[in-house]
């Protein structure tokens, strides 16, 4: 069944409808707020919470744009919301990530590649975790989950020239944190 005919009884009370919309956007809801969170059970929360509101605003979705675009306005909202409300308790300072052991040349030829990856996304989550919320955001729509620019500037509401300016500075950001864990300019691993 399309997403139309499964928002459409789903807006008329369709239980299964509307379990037939979890399961075709759970997966990509958890990856997006994991994203985040980098905490499986909290992006699972998450994810649960996104679906609440989504089923108790079903009923103001006009088919005015895409669902997807406005089920990912919500999820990103929410994610915010979240991200905001985290921060108040506990501000991220580089310096907690000062010990953060990297392998060096001669380890990443003896241990697998896929520990390598393992290490280096975990690295940048981290850095990218210090990040101020806006360029967390874009990055992360952009260059972790692969949105479109036009996708971006219909979820987060901005134009596509703030898009690429917001994108430029963040990557410029992360490039410039993430300076001490790469081993100087560029450094040894890609980013």
Known sequence: MEDKALIVEAQRGGREAFEAIVKRYEKKVFHLAYGFVQDRAAADDLAQEIFVKVYFSLSKFHFKSEFGTWFYRIAVNHIKDHLRKVSRRKEVSLEEFENVPLATDDQVKEREQ????????????????????????????RDVKGFSYKEITRVLKISPGTVDSRLHRARKLLRKKMTPYLGGEGGAYEV
């Open 114 to 141: 896929s520990q390598a990856d393992d290490l280096k996304k975990k690295i940048v989550f981290r850095v990218l975790a210090t990040l101020p919320q806006k360029y967390r955001m874009i990055l992360t729509l």
